[in-house]
């Protein structure tokens, strides 16, 4: 069964993988050579349908977008975009439940699902003459679902979401982080404020009525794309689409705008908490306010992370794991969303070693890229690992899929992909400067410390005094 997700995709870019030791930058691939071609239509219910063709391999991958998230929840409702992203796998009467999955694996095909704080995905992938089942289940689903929810479908998913947070976050090593980050960052007032998961409070509280009120208001042709792509033909897709999803005229209360990004809220001081976990070594996750993904700001903080955590000659790996042996890993993200984002610093403390201390020499290292702009060098192995790794990614027609629905999803232009890589193009070493100056305000961010819970400490590995920078480093690699 497939429909146990991954809340968090990974829609934004964090710092890619290095090159080898002494090895130079992967060789950069021009933003002219990237071309993801398209069609695009609209069926009359309200339905986008964009076509990518590749006849390259018989295979074809099916990519659905609601914008609908948790950001979308009632207080007292959170949880509702999760909880029904399982709903849709519970069947209906002409496709049973399990059918969905079983017929389209009985013929080497396969189906998923995430949602996020902004979106909801369902995604397909098979032989491409599995097309027209891909298509005539998700509208089957689309059509009857809603109503056809009842207290026991309800009370099933209700309690596998529940285990989900339960052991995927709640007892899953430094996830309560998951849980805890939003509601320190954003006020209750907030989209953003609640977990994507949701509370177990709300989850329990929700009514057959309160999912049916859901589903009726988000999942309507008019707020969602379909992407094929693979070995397909436009007109064929076109035909199919309006065959099966054509035929769903449920119609939304009022078909929204783009969401636009909203102001970061001022937080104006340090907010800190300790959270202890049945961890072995303490992690340090310092948060601050970042601009939303692809607005001014967005693409130097991907580079800035970059710079700072992505390989041996970075700044925090240098200093804090090869250096001063003081961590274990270090890792730093620009994690883009629609309406705001997160830059995010991590840093795993070695067993015996001062979180105080890391928080001071990291404190360090931030202040000299708000005072400094990167080297060229810095800058261009940024630029370069960005670029490859994402065309690196586009070999995937699932990937392509996902790219092509969230350019819809987020800029009402499945046809961005230029414009993306530009944006990293166009970023200079003095705009990186600029937008480090901004978000890392020492004065107002989050520090979250998650430390061993009694008895869970790990004794220092080495009582040797760590190796010099001549030396081979103590400590591992990035995280």
């Known amino acids: ?113 995430w949602t996020s704080s902004d979106f909801t995905d369902y995604h397909e992938h098979g032989p491409s003459t599995l097309l027209p089942l891909f298509l005539w289940l998700e509208a089957d689903r689309l059509e009857t679902l809603g109503r056809q929810i009842d207290q026991p479908k309800l009370d099933l998913q209700r309690e596998v979401v529940r285990n989900e947070r339960r052991q995927s976050v709640e007892n899953r090593p430094y996830g309560k982080v998951e849980l805890r980050l939003p509601e320190l960052l954003y006020p209750e007032s907030h989209p953003y404020h609640h977990p994507v998961i949701g509370s177990h409070a709300d989850l329990e509280a929700a009514g057959v009525e309160d999912v049916r009120k859901f589903f009726d208001q988000h999942y309507v042709p008019a707020q969602a794309s379909l992407v094929v792509a693979g070995d397909v033909r436009a007109s064929d897709v076109n035909a199919l689409a309006e065959k099966y999803l054509g035929i769903v005229h449920r119609e939304a209360p009022a078909t929204p705008a783009l969401a636009a990004p909203l102001p970061p809220p001022p937080l104006g001081k340090v907010v800190r908490e300790t959270i202890p976990d049945k961890v072995e070594m303490t992690k340090i996750i310092m948060a601050y306010h970042s601009p939303a993904h692809f607005q001014p700001g967005d693409a130097e903080l991907d580079i800035l992370a970059s710079v700072l955590s992505s390989g041996k000659t970075s700044r925090l790996y240098k200093t804090l794991v090869y250096e001063k042996a003081m961590a274990q890993s270090v890792d730093a993200t620009q994690d883009s969303s629609l309406l705001s984002s997160i830059f995010t610093v991590e840093i795993m403390v070695r067993p015996g070693v001062s979180a105080d201390a890391v928080e001071k020499v990291t404190d360090a290292v931030l202040a000299q890229v708000t005072a400094k702009p990167p080297t060229e060098e810095e800058l261009a192995r940024a630029k370069n690992q960005i670029r490859f790794d994402f065309v690196d990614r586009l070999q995937s027609i699932e990937a392509r899929a996902r790219l092509l629905n969230m350019y819809w999803g987020e800029k009402g232009d499945p046809g961005y992909v230029q414009e993306d890589l530009a944006r990293y193009e166009r970023a200079s070493a003095d705009d990186v400067l600029a937008q480090a100056k901004k978000t890392l305000t020492p004065g107002s961010r989050v520090v979250l410390t998650v430390v061993p819970a009694s008895g869970n400490a790990k004794a220092d590995p080495s009582k040797k005094a760590p190796q010099s920078a001549a030396g081979t480093p103590a400590g591992g690699g990035t995280q």
């Not at 074809?60 to 909880?83: C, M, P, W, Y």
């Open 1 to 113: 069964m497939m429909a146990a997700s991954a809340l968090w995709p990974a829609l934004v870019f964090s710092a890619p993988e290095p090159p080898p030791d002494g090895a130079k930058p992967a060789k950069a691939p021009s933003t002219s050579s990237v071309d993801l071609p398209f069609s695009q239509t609209k069926l009359a219910n309200g339905l986008t349908v964009i076509v990518h063709e590749d006849h390259a391999l018989p295979q074809v991958a099916t990519n659905i977008v609601f914008r609908v998230g948790s950001k979308d929840e009632q207080a007292g409702r959170t949880g509702f975009a999760h909880l029904f992203e399982h709903l849709m796998f519970m069947g209906t009467k002409r496709a049973p439940a399990k059918a969905f999955d079983e017929w389209m694996e009985s013929s080497g095909g396969s189906s998923n699902a």
